[in-house]
């Protein structure tokens, strides 16, 4: 035994200890560095001023929607039928490149004139301000047609570029009252400020699928499934059923069948627990309208149709099936 160790002679030295805190602590370090979007989303939807606003203006707007909502000149802001998508992220480029523009402008010098008037940098941002305030308007609609927490998300994104546009706005009187180096200042802010929006923006859209069709790509089931028993199906009654994990709208009208995918495109709604009038489904969400023979937009917001499930009774049966075939099986090796 060597002295004062307790330790043989000749035997192994003891492993040093280990720390597997570390890593992990590394890994928990690392994991909240790549989802750091994911928690100022967070934070943002507990500010309590925004849900205070939210609510007041939900108050005001949605009651306004609702009363308007047949409105054809609201439907176009909408995009909907009309275009077959947004109008608002189309409209929104405009501002940014407008902006962007001026500021090129500045950086590269090409003010001719460093008094007072509309010069290069100015026009752009002038036309900026007029396309800002159009996207706004389509914002606006939209807005009143998310909700929960999409909604409060998108209001912070429209705060955002309503603080962009009064920077521009000032940067623009700076501009034409001859204090160019003020102006370019404020215009680079509220090129910034935008970016920030912008980045709110495409969360809402790629993250949330706010506006996004719900139903692309959905083409079950392969294969006919039974649903419901016909004699359970009530006449003149929407009623929703699941096929392979698939939701489906069951409608009878004087001995004709209907069925439609039952999450509304526009923001997965039920249909089934909407109306039927004329066959026409309203969604009760927020009211788009689909034509049960053919899934068409008969009024937005929605912008695209809703898929035609093709259904069939047999011995007593309802039975469903999506638009792909399911494959055929091999027969003896060969298909």
Known sequence: MSAGTGQADGAAPAPEPTHPAAPVASAAAVAQVQNWHHDVVARIDRWGWIRTLNDQL????????????????????????????????????????????????????????????????????????????????????????SDDEDRRLGLFHGVLNTAALGLQGVSLAARLGGHRRTARGLGAASLAVTGAAAYL??????????MVSRVAGADGPRRWVRVVEEAELPDGVPTGVQADGRQILLYSHDGTLYALDNLCSHAAGLLSRGTVEGLIVTCPLHGSQYCLADGSVRRGPSHQPQPVIRARVRNGWIEVRGNQPAPRRPVNGRK
């Open 58 to 145: 939900t108050a005001v707007l949605g009651p306004w929607r609702e009363r308007h909502q047949d409105n054809p000149v609201l439907e176009l802001m909408h995009g909907g039928r009309w275009l077959g998508h947004p109008l608002h992220p189309a409209l929104s480029d405009l501002p940014i490149g407008l902006w962007t523009g001026a500021l090129i402008l500045d950086i590269t010098g090409r003010d001719p004139a460093p008094g007072r008037g509309l010069d290069p940098a100015a026009l752009f941002s002038a036309a900026g301000i007029v396309a800002a305030v159009a996207t706004a308007a389509t914002g606006v609609v939209d807005w009143t047609v």
């Open 201 to 210: 923006g495409g969360h809402l859209v790629f993250a949330k699928a706010v």
